[in-house]
């Protein structure tokens, strides 16, 4: 969050949030995350048993989300198919499959509940529980035919703005572009013709903020959920190129929390579990535009077949690249998120830079190419550490504030002896003790601030979690080669939403935010939640176990023993991978 001197209900919420948080991972300050495996395990049969009871009768207060059934069973599925967990025995794969068909309207699409309006966004929940059930009696639900029909009502003119409407009447927003394009793709249906219909390109474009995120309407902020949303359309149709990436990677790998090691949804707020998936997940999709990135950012690149094939940066790159790195949100230097191809000795990442100042606030400045450059990126790229660069200037600031409280003790010992003096004989140095007796306060005050911060980066993720290093120094050249080796495999594999896994690293920090799921999101007696101190829910489980499969498994890094290892979803429809393949088989046959 941005330090900017204003206190608001969130600065003191993030405030008492991060307390809590180094509270819970000062236990591996003296020791390696490695040798506290006990400490870091995923809590499988809890979990299991908490989704199992959201599957039969539901409290009372669970009324609230009568219209968002269909999303209960894909939450309460998807997160036992993660887990490689069956169904409860009292609840068979068939009764699902049988409550799902009553939400289907006769006229295409699915509603939140039996007799309800068909919507998007059940849609998409009741096609990917049913392709998560897998089987013939699951796969044969969805009436095809009246489904597209429903789609191609939601799609709006071009002329009329473009985009999906969620339903009837409905609103019009990046969501409804994400489920109506993943439905489309489980289902094998024209996706492009849908999206053509909708100009749903160019709706998805003018989405995306100032910041690089996209927002869930043109002209709304940058979010999490919706950027995912947004992205992922995109990806469906091959069309994610028109964004502008180096911006949107930029907007991505500041929403990591340094502290927490989770991300936020969007800028100064707080992490939330959640989007351990919702913006984790954009990393993966990411990985797979890297040529796309590397082009916005005016690195050449030449595709070649042989094993010679490279792709330089301009000399300028790395010089430019390495200018500044950026003040910590908190107004000191502090690592952001891991590099988004590990350095080497004749490339960089891009031609821009980001600097630091300004209280805190980061800015972008232009270089070759205009990329938006990750400050530890940069950081790395001259060698050097950010997260022992930020420990060593708290440790700074703490020594000047100890020497300027020193010096300022003499002005409180001049201020009492002014406060017996005759004040109409000595109102100057009156006035003068006074004004040193606040001085000193406030250093004082500045001392314990900064003895508590280099207290609180010692327990935080992003000096905890180092960053695990890749063994396999991928190179530019080796991503390029890498992936103009797999392009006809590539072609195919978008039809799956497969991804090209072990072509480029992770843009961001998987272990710390393995740490924060681990640490943080596991209630005691089973379920996820969005941030300690909160109740666990289905939602939070569902997003919270994606987001670690996700990280686990495209980041190529488990955290904690070999048995915390996930089932590998598809990264654009978030449903397990083999249960995907077998829909989409089935749809052929």
């Known amino acids: 969050m941005i330090e900017d001197g204003v206190i608001t209900a969130t600065s003191v919420e993030q405030t008492n949030l991060e307390e809590r948080i180094t509270d819970l991972y000062r236990e591996f300050v003296d020791s390696p995350l490695s040798e506290g495996q006990e400490n870091l395990v995923l809590h499988r049969e809890q979990h299991v048993s908490y989704l199992h009871g959201g599957l039969q009768y539901l409290p009372s207060g669970f009324i609230v989300l009568d219209s968002s059934r269909p999303w209960i ?31 289907q309207d006769p006229e295409g699409g699915f509603g ?40 191609q009502q939601r799609a709006v003119a071009p002329e009329e703005g473009g985009g999906f409407t969620v339903c009837e009447g409905g609103e019009v927003d990046v969501r409804g572009c994400y489920t109506a394009m993943a439905a489309a793709h489980m289902l094998s249906l024209d996706k492009h013709a849908l999206a053509a219909k ?43 190129h028109q964004l502008d990436l180096p911006r949107l990677v930029h907007w991505a790998v500041h929403m990591q929390g340094d502290v927490e090691g989770g991300f936020m949804g969007r800028t ?126 708290l440790h700074r600031t703490k020594g000047k504030a100890e020497a300027a409280a020193e010096a300022a003790a003499a ?3 001049a201020s009492r002896q002014a406060t017996q003096a005759d004040a109409d004989n000595a109102p100057e140095l009156y006035r003068k003790a006074h004004q040193m007796l606040a001085a000193s306060r406030s250093l004082q005050e500045a001392v314990q601030r900064a003895a508590d911060n280099t207290d609180m980066m010692e327990a935080t993720a992003a000096l905890l979690c180092t960053q695990h290093q890749q063994t396999d120094k991928v190179t530019h050249t080796a991503v390029l080669e890498q992936q103009e080796a797999d392009s006809v495999e590539a072609r195919s594999e978008v039809q799956t939403a497969s991804e090209q896994e072990g072509s480029c690293p992770m843009l961001y920090n998987v272990e710390a935010l393995q740490l924060w799921i681990l640490k943080c999101c596991q209630a005691p007696r089973g379920g996820m939640r969005d941030k300690p101190g909160k109740p666990p829910d289905y939602y939070h ?30 990264p654009l429809c978030n449903v397990v991978k083999h249960r995907l393949v077998a829909a989409l088989d089935h749809a052929k046959s």
């Open 541 to 570: 489980t569902c997003y919270c176990l994606s987001g670690l499969s996700s990280s686990q498994n495209y980041g190529r890094f488990v955290l904690g023993p070999s048995s915390n290892k996930l089932v590998k979803a598809d």
């Open 198 to 240: 909708a100009s749903m390109v160019q709706y998805v474009k003018r989405c995306q903020t100032y910041e690089g995120g996209l927002g869930g309407e043109p002209g709304n902020e940058a979010h999490g959920g919706y950027t995912f949303c947004g992205l992922a359309a995109l990806m469906l149709v091959d069309q994610a």
């Open 268 to 393: 100064n707020k707080l992490v939330d579990g959640c989007y351990s998936f919702w913006q984790g997940g954009v990393f993966p999709l990411l990985q797979k535009l890297m040529p796309d990135y590397l082009a916005q950012c005016g690195i050449p690149h030449t595709p070649s077949s042989s094993s010679s094939a490279t792709a330089t940066a301009p000399a300028s790159t790395a010089a430019d690249a390495g200018s500044a790195y950026k003040a910590s949100s908190r107004g000191s230097q502090a690592p952001t998120s891991s590099s988004c191809v590990p350095a080497t000795d004749d490339a960089s990442c891009g031609g821009g830079h980001v600097s630091g100042g300004d209280g805190g606030r980061s800015h972008v400045s232009s270089g070759d190419g205009g990329l938006a450059v990750a400050e530890a990126d940069v950081m790395r790229l001259e060698g050097r550490d950010p997260v022992m660069q930020a420990l060593d200037d």
């Open 112 to 151: 939140g509940g039996p007799m309800q309006l068909p919507h998007l966004a059940p849609t998409y929940a009741a096609v990917a529980c049913l392709v998560t059930l897998g089987g013939e009696a699951a796969l044969s639900v969805v009436n095809k035919q009246a489904t597209l029909r429903f789609l």
């Open 411 to 413: 002005a409180e010992a």
């Open 73 to 103: 069973c894909y939450w309460i599925v998807h997160s036992l198919a993660l887990l490689d967990a069956p169904l409860p025995t009292e609840v068979t794969s068939g009764a699902v499959t049988d409550f799902l068909a009553l939400c």
